[in-house]
């Protein structure tokens, strides 16, 4: 398994930036990519940026050119800076760890969660 663990959440003005990392521990040779998910009030958990081992990333629409996902595997954190925060950013933002097995991904598991609130 392995134990994932963010910061950097906390109350910004639109426009503003934060920046939220998540630290792997425990079983990390298994991870083949790292996700960041959020969760706002009332909706379904989605998928806001991934990156793979190779360094590949890929962004939800919605945070495309404001939102910048990267990893540091020398202290095996996940970054996610975020650039012109709106509003609608508000949510409680969750990292995830995934091992692909040659035909599909598998979590590894999960963070607490750090939130995130933009205010207007």
């Known amino acids: 398994q392995v134990q994932l663990v963010e910061s950097g959440g906390g109350l910004v003005q639109a426009g503003g930036s934060l920046r939220l990392s998540c630290a792997a521990s425990?079983?990390?040779?298994?991870?083949?990519?790292m996700a960041w998910h959020r969760q706002a009030p009332g909706k379904q958990r989605e998928l806001v940026a991934s990156?793979?081992?190779?360094?590949?990333?890929n962004y939800a629409d919605s945070v495309k050119g404001r939102f910048t996902i990267s990893r540091d595997n020398a202290k095996n954190t996940v970054y996610l800076q975020m650039n012109s925060l709106k509003p609608e950013d508000t949510a409680v933002y969750y990292c995830?760890?995934?091992?692909?097995?040659?035909?599909?991904?598998?979590?590894?598991?999960w963070g607490q969660g750090t939130q995130v609130t933009v205010s207007s």
């Open positions: 990156i793979s081992n190779g360094g590949s990333t």
């Open positions: 425990g079983s990390i040779f298994s991870i083949n990519g």
């Open positions: 995830n760890a995934d091992e692909f097995n040659g035909s599909s991904w598998l979590s590894l598991g």
